[in-house]
């Protein structure tokens, strides 16, 4: 079965600083990797995925994530944070291929300071 | 708009009682599925549909129960057998059960008092 570890629950970073959150997996198999994004009180809306192909991904929002399978992580950065970016993000993972269960990770919050 | 619509936005119910949460997308989409969320455990699955007129348990379905009869609805309900009800509920869907994205609603706070 599959895992995700998201190593801090908490980051706080000035405005315009670069940010990076982290994300670490195990599987025995392919992957699918996703980061979302939750903004209080609402639903988690999708930044970024990777499926296969290119292992750097550009996603909404000015947001990137890395895959990098010999370390099984997909860190997710951003040159430079904005107030807006205030928010909760979490990694995902499901094994490629047919149905698979995503797994969640426990979120990061990423707090940005003026 | 298509989207993922949950209502209400917030319930209260006394312990004891059967609550029905909203779920209804009109993306047009196969696969549906129900998380709880708590601070601190992230996303939680309790239920999921693959298709009209079948489900699935997750991976907490104990107190709770669903039905898929219309493509568009997936009602869950939180049932006076959960023992720990208070939490966030968040909606999803996908285009299918093996399309890994998917698309969450606004989600619904429960609180039982």
């Known amino acids: 079965a599959q895992s995700v570890t998201q190593l801090d629950s908490q980051v706080p970073v000035f405005e315009e600083a670069p940010v990076e959150l982290r994300c670490n997996y195990s599987s025995s198999v392919s992957v699918y990797l996703f980061w979302y994004v939750q903004y209080p009180n609402q639903g988690l809306q999708l930044l970024l995925k990777y499926l296969s192909g290119s292992t750097l991904v550009k996603g909404i929002n000015g947001f990137e994530a890395e895959f990098n399978k010999s370390q099984t992580s997909f860190h997710l950065r951003k040159p430079s944070v904005h107030i807006s970016d205030t928010a909760e993000y979490f990694c995902a993972v499901s094994d490629a291929g047919g149905y698979q269960k995503v797994t969640f990770g426990t979120g990061t919050k990423l707090q940005v300071i003026p | 708009d298509g989207g993922i619509t949950q209502s209400p936005k917030y319930l209260f119910r006394k312990e004891g009682q059967n609550v029905t949460l909203s779920c209804e997308q009109n993306l047009n989409h196969d696969a549906m599925y129900w998380y709880r969320q708590d601070p601190g455990q992230g996303l939680r699955l309790i239920y999921y549909?693959?298709?009209?007129?079948?489900?699935q348990k997750g991976d907490i379905a104990e107190g709770y129960s669903v039905s898929r009869e219309k493509k568009e609805s997936f009602p869950l309900t939180v049932t006076s057998a959960q023992k720990n009800p208070t939490a966030f509920y968040l909606c999803?869907?996908?285009?299918?059960?093996?399309?890994?994205?998917?698309?969450f609603g606004p989600g619904t706070r429960l609180t039982v008092l």
């Open positions: 549909s693959q298709i009209v007129n079948d489900f």
């Open positions: 999803a869907s996908s285009i299918s059960a093996d399309h890994n994205e998917q698309f």
